[in-house]
Structure formats: C-alpha cells, structure tokens
C-alpha cells in the first residue's frame, strides 16, 4: 500500500521540474493523476511514465492563467475519476524585475498566474473536497514566501501572495477536514536552466563546476533536486501530516537560516 492508494490527485504545471518529479512520485505511492501544462508532448511523456509505475493517469492541456482552462481541469478530474482528495499547485512562472523594470505586462502575467490562477484553481477544488469528506491543498510557494530577494520583485511579491493565502484558506476550512499548506523550495536545479544557459558564462571549465560555484552561496553548497521537493510535498499531501494545516514548509537547504 502506498501512501496515496486511493487517492486522486490534480497537478498543476506537471510536465517538467518539480511538478513532474512530484506526479512520477504520487504515482508510485498509488495515486491516480489528473496532470496538466502548456506544453502537450511533455505532458504525455509524464501521462505515460506515471502509467508504466502503475497509475492511472490523465494529462489535460491547460492554462491556469485562464478561468475556463481550471474549470476544464477540475471538471476532467471529477468526470474520469469521480473525484479528487489532492490539489497540487504548482504551474507558475518565474520572473524578474525592480520596482522601475517591471513592466504591467510581466506584472499581471505573474500574479495572474501565480496568485490569481491558485485562488481559481482552490476555489474550485473546495467544493469537491468537501463533497469527498476533506481533502489537501498544498500550493507551491518559494523561500522568497517568507524572505525578500532582488531584482525579483513581482516573482517575490506572487509567492508572498501565495504564503498567506495558504494561512488563510487553512483557517476558513481547518473544521471541515480540508489541509492547506505550501511547499517553499529555495534554488532547485531543473532543466529549464539548462535551456536558458544560465551556466554559459560562469568561466568554469565544466558544467558541474559551474553548477557547484554557482551554488556555493547555500549552507549546504549545492542546489535542491526537484524529487527533493517533491518528498516535501508528498510529506504534506499524505497522512503523514494530518495535524499539519498553514504551514509553510521550507525545503531550501538552510538558505533562509542565515
């Protein structure tokens, strides 16, 4: 028995980095999977490895920058498997900026999607979990929930945003059995750095060497790994954490000890 048998669990953003490391986990522990992303190939690449591990799984297309496309999510979640107990969010985009480089554009696009999209997709779950006798809600925040951080200030605004919606929503639903808490990871190496050649210019004369020396400003000298993270938030989804509710979990190798 694993520890998610017989639960079914939406994901958001689940086709690369933490929120695919996060689906191939809960598939292993038995859940089955409703997964969704932008990006169709890699969504079904993540379908199908949760299948090979014994799932059942459905990845549906989706943008949760955008009312309709969360509503179709949840609706998929309730027509294939009846129901869902879990709600992962996780899609979300990662952006920079000061106060005077900020564009509106940047601006809305980040907190359309990383606030505005984990109200909608909330607010649309808690009915659903109500109905299956309590649920979990664990959203995706970042260190920078609790900490500031520079040249970041909508991404850092967003995940604060996320910080204490999740304090909130564990208040208003604490007696009707419904968990919310988030997951704060700090740096995790995902491909997408890769892709952007965030390494290029470092001057090392390998890529791990950049890596570790772009690391090295972390008490524990290396960055997280997205399966990493995805303990984290199995830890918060299961049982394990059953008295646990508005909890913001910090997964960032004592980054923000120091």
């Avoid at 106060?99 to 999607?113: D, G, K, R, S």
Wanted: net charge negative; hydrophobic share 45%; charged share 20%.
């Amino acid at each position: 028995m694993g520890k998610l048998t017989g639960k079914t669990a939406i994901i958001t953003g689940a086709t690369s980095g933490i929120g695919r490391a996060t689906a191939l986990l809960f598939a292993e522990e038995g859940a089955s999977l409703l997964l969704t992303g932008r990006r169709e190939s890699l969504g079904k690449e993540v379908e199908a490895a949760c299948r090979q591990k014994g799932a059942e799984a459905l990845f549906v297309q989706a943008d949760h920058a955008l009312r309709e496309d969360c509503a179709r999510v949840v609706d998929a979640a309730v027509a294939r498997f009846g129901g869902f107990q879990i709600l992962f969010n996780n899609a979300g985009i990662v952006t920079q900026g000061t106060a005077e480089t900020t564009t509106e554009e940047i601006w809305e696009a980040t907190l359309n999607l990383n606030v505005t999209g984990v109200w909608r997709m909330s607010q649309l779950a808690i009915p659903h979990l109500r109905r299956a006798g309590g649920g979990v809600i664990v959203n995706n925040a970042s260190d920078w929930a609790v900490v500031g951080g520079k040249n970041a200030l909508p991404y850092v605004t967003s995940k604060g945003a996320v910080g204490l919606m999740t304090k909130s929503m564990a208040l208003d639903y604490a007696a009707e059995n419904i968990r919310v808490n988030a997951v704060c990871p700090g740096d995790t190496f995902v491909q997408r750095w890769l892709e952007k050649g965030y390494f290029e210019n470092s001057g090392a004369v390998s890529l791990e060497e950049a890596v570790a020396e772009s690391a090295a400003y972390l008490p524990m000298k290396r960055f997280g790994q997205p399966e990493e993270i995805a303990r984290a938030v199995l830890f918060l989804a299961s049982d394990d954490s059953s008295f646990v509710t508005g909890h913001l979990l910090l997964v960032d190798g004592g980054n923000t000890a120091q």
